[in-house]
């Protein structure tokens, strides 16, 4: 794999548009409100939203994509339930702001939001005529129990009745290569069942507009598929990877079952596959990037948010259809028009500046979560992603009791750790009731050692709380 690429062969990725700026499952949970420090959007223009175009279709796709994963709920004291009702007439405004302002690309899924977003975003699309926005929705079958050719099936039969409609613009294979075995998972999900030639079918009748697939985990389903295209076996009108200055040399060094994005984006433009990105800030995690940073942007692009870096570093490269967000709050949604009305290409000399700083980012050590919330509910009530976003948040502070008691700040540093860490996560769903089921390691797109993790995080807490 090619984990670097040059500053010459970066541009030669860039648009038209970007050579001549350069001269680029469980969700609805809160995300802090974070396109961070203190960042005001102002209201965005209405009718200068950038457009990709789909080679196959010749449609104008909006470089924003509206990711319906972290859907708004009803009350803020109950955001952190699981059962927490949508807001449907939150989901509803912040969509007619979205179409109003030129997005018109919107992805959902039948795991997302407990089941309920394809049923919270047919309500509100269905509102505006059906030829305004495109609708992308997986096939997510991840239990054993929905690998028949039945179930999978009536799983995207249910899709359209919950979306109120007739055919799905883009539909994709949800999450190849997260199994054990990338390949078999592969194989058990799509292929032995002939579930894939019955989308293929679904395709020729225009019941599927596009068909994908978006990619996790192991490297060898990413390339099999890939294989399948080159042989004429099946076609993919597009593919959705995950792709941020992070992980574009990163991913693979962060965790060994992840993928540069620079390797899978490569794939795609040799074989001219659009690309759909999604993880443009892994999870939010930079959008909350640790203070010396956020001064380093800010001396660059005073009036710009933090995550509107990673939003145009995402969007700048040739082939890129669109860019996903997950948007709770109309602010992240008037954010991130901003940047992509119209779109600011990255130039050769921003690129480097953000592979430094990927650089310090990564030599922070954090725990690679994305709080997407697939591990969740764990069957033993520990509240993962809270667990990790609160040792990654004193990571990111550095404010981390992890230098010794010589340190001076180490007992303040202790203090604020064992507070915080109750204050986060209550007692009974703490890292210490993790018995290492492992039952949440197969659900981690980055395959992240969950339980090996919260042992750790436990005999950490544990040394503090013992300390005199």
Request: a neutral charge.
């Amino acid at each position: 794999m090619t984990k670097e690429i040059n500053r010459r062969n970066f541009l030669k990725l860039l648009g038209g548009t970007a050579l001549a700026s350069s001269a680029l499952l469980s969700g609805c949970k809160e995300k802090e409100k974070a396109n961070s420090s203190s960042h005001i959007p102002q209201e965005p223009p209405v009718g200068k939203m950038t457009y990709r175009t789909n080679p196959k279709t010749g449609e104008k796709v909006s470089i924003l994509g509206y990711g319906m994963m972290r859907l708004p709920v009803i009350s803020e004291r109950e955001r952190n339930k699981q059962d927490a009702p949508i807001d449907q007439e939150m989901v509803n405004q912040q969509i007619d702001y979205a179409l109003e302002h030129g997005m018109n690309y919107f992805d959902t899924s039948p795991a997302y939001c407990r089941g309920l977003s394809e049923r919270a975003t047919g309500i509100a699309l269905s509102r505006h005529p059906r030829e305004s926005y495109f609708i992308a929705t997986k096939l997510s079958n991840f239990s054993p129990a929905t690998w028949s050719r039945q179930a999978s099936m009536e799983m995207f039969e249910n899709s359209l009745r919950e979306l109120q409609t007739n055919y799905v613009d883009y539909l994709l294979l949800h999450a190849i290569g997260m199994g054990d075995d990338g390949v078999q998972d592969l194989h058990n999900r799509y292929l032995d069942n002939g579930i894939l030639d019955w989308l293929v079918e679904q395709r020729e009748k225009g019941r599927i507009r596009n068909l994908g697939f978006s990619y996790h985990g192991d490297v060898r389903a990413f390339d099999t598929a890939l294989q399948w295209h080159d042989e004429g076996r099946y076609h993919w009108d597009f593919v959705q990877i995950e792709l941020n200055y992070l992980d574009w040399n990163y991913a693979n060094e962060i965790n060994p079952r992840n993928t540069d994005a620079v390797y899978l984006y490569n794939e795609l433009q040799k074989r001219g596959i659009p690309a759909v990105i999604m993880e443009p800030l892994l999870g939010g995690r930079l959008a909350k990037v640790p203070d010396f940073i956020v001064k380093k942007m800010k001396q660059r692009e005073p009036e710009r948010s933090v995550a509107s870096w990673a939003f145009r570093f995402a969007g700048t490269p040739k082939g890129v259809l669109t860019v996903l967000s997950g948007m709770t709050y109309m602010e992240h949604l008037k954010d991130n028009l901003i940047t992509y009305s119209p779109l600011k290409p990255v130039s050769e000399e921003e690129h480097q500046f953000l592979m430094d700083i990927a650089d310090d980012i990564y030599n922070l050590n954090t725990i690679p979560c994305n709080e997407c919330n697939y591990c969740m509910p764990c069957p033993y009530g520990i509240n993962i992603p809270a667990i990790f976003s609160h040792y990654n948040k004193c990571i990111q502070e550095g404010n981390m009791p992890n230098r010794g008691k010589q340190d001076p700040n180490y007992y303040k540093e202790r203090q604020a750790f064992l507070v915080g860490y109750d204050r986060s996560v209550p007692r009974l769903r703490q890292a210490s009731h993790c018995i290492g089921c492992r039952e949440c390691v197969s659900h981690c797109p980055q395959r992240i050692q969950i339980p090996d993790e919260m042992h750790r995080i436990d005999r950490f807490v544990e040394e503090l709380k013992q300390t005199d």
